[in-house]
Nanobody
Framework: QVQLVESGGGLVQAGGSLSLTCAAS????????MGWFRQAPGKEREFVAA????????WYADFVKGRFTISRDNAKETVYLQMNSLKPEDTAVYYC??????????????????WGQGTQVTVSS
């Protein structure tokens, strides 16, 4: 069984930065990709960013391009999401997810196999 634990959420003013961390443990060896999703109150969960475990590909939602950066440390089985120039509309619970299967892209929530508990990000105006 794989466990994913997110950390790094919090309260920040608009224009500020936060760095999220997702640490994987358990039988995560062989994973193909990890992604970040978010869900705001009353809204559906949406894709934010993803990275192939090899690091050769990354994907970003249009609304975070140029502001967020996803990266990974294979040795630590950890993925990071650096969030800059935060906006109030970025307020949401952020979830990391892990996909154990090969795919051409990793932007759809249903394709992921494991999910973390989520970490709250609140951006004040």
């Amino acid at each position: 069984q794989v466990q994913l634990v997110e950390s790094g959420g919090g309260l920040v003013q608009a224009g500020g930065s936060l760095s999220l961390t997702c640490a994987a443990s358990g039988r995560s060896f062989g994973a193909y990709a990890m992604g970040w999703f978010r869900q705001a109150p009353g809204k559906e969960r949406e894709f934010v960013a993803a990275i192939r475990w090899s690091g050769e590909n990354t994907w970003y939602a249009d609304f975070v391009k140029g502001r967020f950066t996803i990266s990974r440390d294979n040795a630590k089985e950890t993925v990071y999401l650096q969030m800059n120039s935060l906006k109030p509309e970025d307020t949401a619970v952020y979830y990391c997810a892990l996909d154990m299967h090969y795919a051409l892209t990793y932007t759809a929530a249903p394709q992921y196999d494991y999910w973390g508990q989520g970490t709250q990000v609140t951006v004040s105006s």
